[in-house]
């Protein structure tokens, strides 16, 4: 077993959607600043290396959680 699989069935999956919901989505207002990041990607503006560490920090709960749906539907 992978040492990101062993990590992904030690966090319990309320964890990880109360990540995404805080730190994912922090702050929200004026908007969520994944999204920002997110937009500027998509636009190509995504060049200064705080804003690329930006979207990973806010990013990693998303990403995470994804993969642990993805391993929990195919176990089945």
Do not use: N, S, Y
């Not at 994912?24 to 200064?48: D, N, R, S």
């Amino acid at each position: 077993m992978t040492l990101l699989r062993r990590l992904l069935d030690a966090l319990p999956l309320w964890a990880l959607m109360v990540l995404c919901l805080t730190l994912g989505l922090a702050p929200f207002v004026p908007e969520p600043h994944v999204w920002e990041k997110l937009k500027m990607l998509a636009a190509g503006e995504l060049t200064q290396t705080i804003d690329m560490l930006d979207l990973a920090m806010h990013g990693a709960p998303f990403v995470l959680l994804g993969l642990k749906l993805g391993l929990m539907q195919r176990a089945g």
